[in-house]
């Protein structure tokens, strides 16, 4: 069985969770070629790449200057020309998303589409699209409308894809969850590669890691961080702002902290993964802040190098992390019209900071939590059970094909 993932971000040209989570899917379903007699085939946006099996795409030069959805589509266009020959074709995100669809038109094969996230979810986009932003809406709508079968990466995912999408049959809905590579992501102390980041490892601190974009809640964590005791540092692994606004307005409150306390360290370049993990081994919790995450496989990164965690009870964030046992969930109520706006910010803002002072001042119990986020993450998580339960959505597929 030939399979053919598509995908915007694929390595070394990864900026979010869906890009790791494609490299890791890949890389475990390559694994299973000889037992399963399959042949995993790349096409992704981007520059060349050497590895075998991949083909990249760089954006068409008569379509440069133009909106950034339609340089989308002119790169779908090609990618679904390259799909020639497959039996299966498997979508990441909207970018992806419509190169799958013509592909399985034009070549007559299911097309799979795994939800990370979703458009009417993410309305904040418009302020980054423009009208590209209804494009992007179009394009998700009608690839997953019409795909043979939609992964849902978490159960709550699968409620949203239903709830934004009625018309899709339930039954061509599948929940397999994101992984993580629990030996890439491990505990690994690097004192003195942290202090060469810009932090002190003989201090407490609390780490962010994503992008500066309104579903990551960064506005709210750098507010509930001003509670936090006046040893702890606040470590922002933050880069690629989705907009002028929200970079701006991200600078403002850093500077803000960093008037009333010392030890604000702000990364604002993507770090290579060591450099991720000696800072999350380093760090006494891990904050995820957000309002909308349909799973957040950065928890999964943070626990499996046994560091507690401080999450958004949000979307698909409770199936990973277990308050009182591997971290702390913050609850929040939200506005209903897909923008995921916490209805009273300034008691999500106190119960955060609540949540982090609580963990920072118990060290002990943080590391506690961190060891049994570690476990969990070795026995729920490993990208090969989860490429296991892919190949399974692909049989099905085909034989509903």
Request: aromatic share 6%; hydrophobic share 45%; with cysteine.
């Amino acid at each position: 069985m030939r399979v053919d993932v598509l995908s915007k971000e694929y390595p070394p040209e990864i900026y979010g969770g869906a890009g790791v989570h494609v490299a890791e899917l890949v890389r475990a379903l390559r694994g299973l070629a000889g037992e399963l007699d399959l042949d995993t085939r790349v096409h992704a946006f981007g520059g060349p790449r050497e590895e075998a099996g991949t083909t990249s795409y760089a954006e068409p030069a008569e379509l440069a200057g133009a909106n950034a959805a339609l340089r989308t589509l002119g790169v779908d266009l090609a990618i679904a020309d390259g799909c020639a020959g497959t039996d299966l074709v498997h979508s990441h995100t909207w970018y992806a998303n419509h190169a799958g669809h013509l592909a399985g038109l034009l070549h007559g094969v299911p097309h799979v589409v795994t939800a990370h996230s979703l458009e009417p979810l993410r309305p904040w986009k418009a302020e980054q699209l423009g009208g590209g932003y209804r494009l992007s809406s179009w394009v998700e709508r009608t690839a997953y409308e019409s795909a043979t079968a939609v992964i849902a990466v978490s159960a709550a995912m699968r409620d949203d894809v239903l709830r934004c999408y009625p018309a899709i049959d339930p039954d061509r809905v599948h929940t397999v969850h994101n992984g993580i590579d629990t030996g890439l992501w491990s505990p690994r102390p690097a004192p003195d590669r942290v202090r060469e980041l810009g932090v002190d490892p003989d201090r407490p601190s609390v780490v962010f890691v994503g992008r500066i974009t309104r579903q990551k809640g960064l506005p709210l964590f750098l507010r509930a961080c001003a509670a936090l005791p006046p040893e702890v540092q606040v470590v922002l692994c933050a880069g690629a702002p989705d907009t002028p606004e929200i970079a701006a307005e991200v600078t403002g409150l850093v500077d803000d902290l960093r008037a009333t306390r010392d030890g604000v360290v702000w990364i604002g370049e993507m770090l290579p993964r060591a450099d991720v993990v000696a800072l999350l081994t380093q760090a006494t919790v891990f904050a995820c802040p957000s309002i909308y995450e349909p799973l957040g496989i950065v928890n999964l990164e943070a626990m499996a190098c046994e560091t507690a965690v401080v999450a958004t009870a949000t979307g698909g964030i409770p199936e990973v992390v277990v308050p009182g046992s591997t971290g702390l969930l913050v609850p929040i109520e939200q506005a209903d019209d897909g923008t995921g706006t916490p209805l009273d910010p300034e008691r999500y803002v106190a119960d955060f900071a609540a949540a982090l002072v609580e963990l920072v001042s118990d060290p002990d119990r943080a590391a506690a939590y961190g060891r049994a986020g570690r476990a969990r993450a070795i026995e729920a998580f490993s990208w090969e059970a989860i490429a296991a339960r892919t190949v399974e959505v692909y049989r099905g597929a085909l034989g509903a094909g």
